[in-house]
């Protein structure tokens, strides 16, 4: 079974706090991804990476940053909370390559930022 | 750039009824994925479809993908209870990432 653990599921954090969302997968994926779910907007993609190190922008990065020192650690980090970051944060991983590369999705975690 | 539109957005449907949630994306792909959230969960596969006329069953679920028209569709035959959730679909073509629909949640009613 692949799993995807993001190690907090509820996180309180104040405004202008530095906050770190964590993410492991233990079947060796390339690929990872962090988004963020917000009622009427469905799933929007901040960060990727396909490989160690490296990462690229998805379509709302501003706010955050990412980090991908192994390969099964993906780790969202918003430097400076604010109240719009207030949003359910999933994590996903998946293979590279031709096929169906399903992602899986990790349980999610909930920041409120005060 | 790539967009999926969803509709409807919100499905309210009697127990034993049959309805079909649409998913039209915006440019070519080779991937379209069908998955489900439950409320206060994660999302978890349903289906992948890969070719143009793809068709997978699971229970009172089935998809199909239509390639030339660029849609989707997951037909709910019968529906019961358990299948209430938001459905997602998300399309994707080569390696980039997914992109998503915004979901259509779906309460059946007795």
């Known amino acids: 079974d692949v799993k995807v653990t993001q190690s907090s599921r509820y996180l309180v954090k104040r405004t202008g706090e530095k906050v770190f969302l964590e993410c492991v997968q233990d079947?060796?994926?390339?690929?990872m991804f962090w988004y963020r779910q917000d009622p009427g907007l469905g799933l929007r993609l901040i960060y990727f990476?396909?490989?160690?190190?490296?990462?690229e922008k998805g379509d709302i990065p501003e706010g955050y940053s990412v980090s991908r020192e192994k390969k099964e650690r993906f780790s969202l980090i918003l430097e400076s909370a604010s109240t719009n970051q207030t949003s359910m944060y999933l994590c996903?991983?998946?293979?590279?390559?031709?096929?169906?590369?399903?992602?899986?999705f990790g349980a999610g975690s909930r920041l409120t930022v005060l | 750039e790539l967009k999926v539109e969803q509709n409807p957005l919100f499905l309210s449907m009697q127990e034993g009824k049959n309805y079909t949630i649409y998913c039209n994306y915006s440019t070519t792909s080779d991937r379209l994925y069908w998955y489900r959230q439950d409320p206060g969960k994660s999302l978890e596969s349903l289906f992948v479809?890969?070719?143009?006329?793809a068709v997978k069953q699971e229970g009172r679920l089935m998809a199909s993908l239509d390639t030339k028209a660029r849609l989707s569709t997951l037909h709910i035959t019968a529906a019961v209870h358990d299948l209430s959730a938001t459905y997602f679909c998300?399309?994707?073509?080569?390696?980039?990432?997914?992109?998503f629909g915004k979901g259509t949640r779906l309460s059946v009613i007795a």
């Open positions: 479809l890969l070719s143009n006329g």
């Open positions: 998300a399309v994707g073509s080569g390696n980039t990432p997914l992109v």
């Open positions: 079947m060796d994926h390339e690929n």
């Open positions: 996903a991983s998946s293979l590279t390559g031709t096929g169906a590369n399903v992602l899986t």
């Open positions: 990476s396909y490989d160690v190190k490296m990462k």
